[in-house]
């Protein structure tokens, strides 16, 4: 039954969305069920920072040792500088034109971060990572998406149709 339904019946596909998928040719519920992802991000096990991670896409769990400084490089572009530590030592992470995300940040809470770890056997940095607050442990698929409709859409589309069968 749900191989044939529409995806208009799920929330959150109108009309236009319901487009983008039948790009990907994806149009209907169970086509969009056997629509795989390409790979998956795993925040359930965080390894330490200066564990044999360097130059690898990996999950940290650490504690905010900084505030957020604020680097203007250039008329639109906004660069955002903390420290963050574990047992193993302190990282630094940059993020760009992501103010909203940066005035989320508190001094001395934990996090999760998702990135890739960059730097020298003394020195550890992330650039751009995924934050999330400690309590998200779960492993999240990765689809392949288009500029329109991202992995996240695609996650969410997902959970609805499982919800709904």
Not at 21 to 36: I, N
Request: proline share 3%.
């Amino acid at each position: 039954m749900a191989s044939k339904t529409s995806l208009r019946n799920l929330k959150g596909v109108g009309e236009k969305r319901a487009q983008l998928f039948q790009k990907l040719g994806v149009d209907s519920v169970g086509a969009l069920l056997r629509y795989y992802p390409r790979a998956y991000e795993d925040w359930s096990h965080p390894c330490e920072i200066f564990s044999d991670n360097l130059e690898r896409v990996c999950c940290i769990r650490a504690k905010l040792l900084s505030e957020v400084q604020t680097h203007v490089v250039r008329r639109g572009m906004t660069l955002y500088r903390f420290t963050a530590a574990d047992a193993s030592g302190p990282v630094t992470i940059t993020l760009f034109n992501n103010r909203y995300l940066a005035a989320r940040l508190h001094v001395g809470a934990e996090y999760l971060f998702y990135g890739k770890m960059t730097g020298n056997l003394l020195h550890r940095q992330m650039a751009s990572p995924e934050i999330r607050a400690v309590g998200f442990a779960e492993i999240r698929p990765i689809y392949h998406a288009t500029q329109q409709l991202s992995s996240r859409i695609i996650e969410a589309t997902v959970r609805e149709a499982l919800f709904h069968l």
